[in-house]
Nanobody, 118 residues
Framework: HLVESGGGLVQPGGSLRLSCAAS????????MGWSRQAPGKERELVAA???????YYEDFAEGRFTISRDGSKNTLYLQMNSLKPDDTAMYYC??????????????WGQGTQVTVSS
């Protein structure tokens, strides 16, 4: 069970920090991440963090967004800086398990809306 928070309305150039509270130990999954979906567009990955702490960012997020986690709170974060109108989207938290047969099993939160507008 994943619950996102922290979205809202922000001006271009501003910052937001998204949080994703998990109901279980976040180190029990293989990876966690953030995806987003803008109106009329497909959902896309933003950033991910593996169990070992290695991170991945899509090109548009590199240098502006930072993914992190707090194991003591079972919470995933996404710090977003220098926000642009194109960042406007619903942001979803993702937890991925890889089964013994190498299948991906994904769990999703309900999302938090980020709107970047002046």
């Amino acid at each position: 069970h994943l619950v996102e928070s922290g979205g809202g309305l922000v001006q271009p150039g501003g910052s937001l920090r998204l949080s994703c509270a998990a109901s279980e130990n976040i180190f029990s999954v293989n990876a966690m991440g953030w995806s987003r979906q803008a109106p009329g567009k497909e959902r896309e990955l933003v950033a991910a963090i593996n169990r070992d702490g290695s991170t991945y960012y899509e090109d548009f997020a590199e240098g502006r967004f930072t993914i992190s986690r707090d194991g003591s709170k079972n919470t995933l974060y996404l710090q977003m800086n220098s926000l642009k109108p194109d960042d406007t989207a619903m942001y979803y938290c993702l937890a991925r398990r890889v089964t013994s047969t190498q299948a991906n099993v994904d769990s999703w939160g309900q999302g938090t809306q980020v709107t970047v507008s002046s």
